[in-house]
């Protein structure tokens, strides 16, 4: 048993084809890896966002001006 994590059946790949392929399954099975991690959770936002976010309100056009 040899070393080489890819063993050729048929034709005579030269040393960059075999790399090049080596490369491919090496992307494909690290983007395989990855896609099976937990995505990271929303950051809770800053002090400034959390008492920021409830005063920001439209403005009633439904009344006049001095009614407010």
């Known amino acids: 048993m040899t070393d080489d ?3 050729v ?3 005579s790949p030269t040393d ?3 790399a090049a392929i080596a ?3 090496s992307g494909l ?3 395989r890896d990855v896609s099976m991690l937990a995505l990271p959770a929303d ?3 800053s002090n ?3 008492t920021r976010r409830p005063l920001r ?3 009633p056009t439904n009344r006049g001006w001095r009614d407010r």
Do not use: H, K, N, Y
């Open 29 to 31: 099975l690290l983007e």
């Open 48 to 50: 400034w966002d959390r």
């Open 16 to 18: 960059e084809e075999t």
């Open 9 to 11: 059946v048929a034709g």
């Open 23 to 25: 490369a491919l399954f």
């Open 57 to 59: 309100q439209p403005w």
């Open 5 to 7: 994590p890819i063993r």
């Open 43 to 45: 950051p809770a936002g």
